[in-house]
């Protein structure tokens, strides 16, 4: 079963939310969503300073298997992108949790990320 630490938020298009520092989140995407994709080749980041809508494509994952669309979880601001993806984007494979994250979120209002899935609702929803 694939890993779902309970100190985030989930999305049911497999993007994750990690609070940070500052109201800022990392984002990234999930362990199931990197075993579907196999080996990631590579990351396309997006621009930091960008506002994006909830559901917005913001970044592209390509893998051996298959090209993802990585979308907002929420509404708000790029305020950061994890440039070491750019030389080694299986960086999400090996540690999708945590130094694989795309970036870092500013949202537009926090609540928006309690209305996310909690862990054992994104995994449940794997098991559905």
Do not use: C
């Not at 559901?55 to 979880?73: L, M, N, Q, R, T």
């Not at 993806?85 to 090996?94: C, E, G, K, Y």
């Amino acid at each position: 079963m694939s890993n779902a630490p309970a100190d985030r938020k989930y999305t049911a298009t497999h993007e994750w939310l990690k609070a940070d520092t500052d109201g800022v989140y990392l984002m990234g995407i999930t362990d199931h969503a990197q075993e579907l994709l196999g080996d990631i080749v590579f990351v396309e980041l997006p621009e930091e300073g960008r506002e994006v809508a909830a559901g917005e494509e913001i970044a592209v994952i390509e893998s051996v298997k298959a090209a993802s669309d990585i979308y907002a979880p929420v509404a708000g601001t790029i305020v950061a992108v994890n440039e070491a993806l750019t030389d080694s984007p299986d960086t999400v494979n090996d540690d999708a949790h945590s130094a694989g994250w795309i970036l870092r979120l500013q949202p537009s209002n926090a609540a928006d990320v309690d209305a996310l899935l909690s862990a054992d609702d994104y995994t449940q929803s794997l098991a559905d």
